[in-house]
């Protein structure tokens, strides 16, 4: 009979932890739930408008130049003409370290190309954002200086560009060549 009592004992601290966990537990969630209501019943709640006492112009002002900022893109220079790290491919040691450097430079090399942007009055660097594929496959099939370009050497042009900015694989010396090349070889069309 005395083992028994001890179970009963045993269960009954196991009750009690559980029913004092349960009390615990809700006692939390409605004390985070008055704070809540309070907070939200607040004049000046944790979030207060940009301009919230302005006058209205001021208002409708800062609303058009924060929906500006939206637009804003700018993408910089990976890899500066003096930058010590290009000394790192001079070096004859494991090129497949640097494959990075080959893939900074070939995206830095579209916005320094000769290929002429500023057809419809653009400028290289204000293709940020825009599919560069579609871009110059337009640019082919409407009546600009692209137009007698072959299909293989844009697409070697753009596989090259999306292998150096998205591919997971090696992009070494021997890619970036070829990049490089029908990059030149578009450019003097």
């Known amino acids: 009979m005395a083992s028994g009592s001890n179970w009963l004992s045993g269960v009954n601290v196991v009750l009690v932890m559980a029913y004092g966990s349960l009390v615990f537990v809700l006692l939390f969630i409605f004390v ?13 709640g944790p979030h207060v408008p940009v301009g919230h006492n302005a006058p209205k112009d001021l208002k409708e002002e800062i609303d ?22 290009l000394l790192q491919l001079e070096i004859q040691g ?31 660097r204000s ?11 337009d640019l ?7 137009k007698g370009v072959r299909k293989a050497l844009i697409d070697t042009l753009l596989d090259g560009y999306e ?4 591919g997971t694989g090696v992009f070494g010396q021997r890619e970036y060549l070829r990049y490089q090349e029908a ?7």
């Open 32 to 44: 985070k739930r008055q704070i809540m209501r309070f907070a939200m019943k607040s004049r000046r």
């Open 64 to 85: 058009i130049r924060l929906s500006r900022v939206q637009d804003i893109k700018y993408e910089p220079q990976l890899l500066a003409d003096d930058d010590a790290r």
């Open 94 to 124: 494991n090129q497949n370290c640097y494959n990075y450097l080959y893939r900074m430079k070939a995206l830095d090399a579209i916005r320094v190309s000769e290929i002429p942007f500023h057809a419809e009055g653009r400028h290289p």
């Open 127 to 137: 293709l940020l954002g825009k599919n560069f594929r579609s871009y110059l496959l």
């Open 140 to 146: 082919r099939n409407t009546s600009t200086p692209f």
């Open 163 to 166: 292998t150096a900015r998205y």
């Open 183 to 189: 990059l030149s070889e578009l450019a003097t069309v």
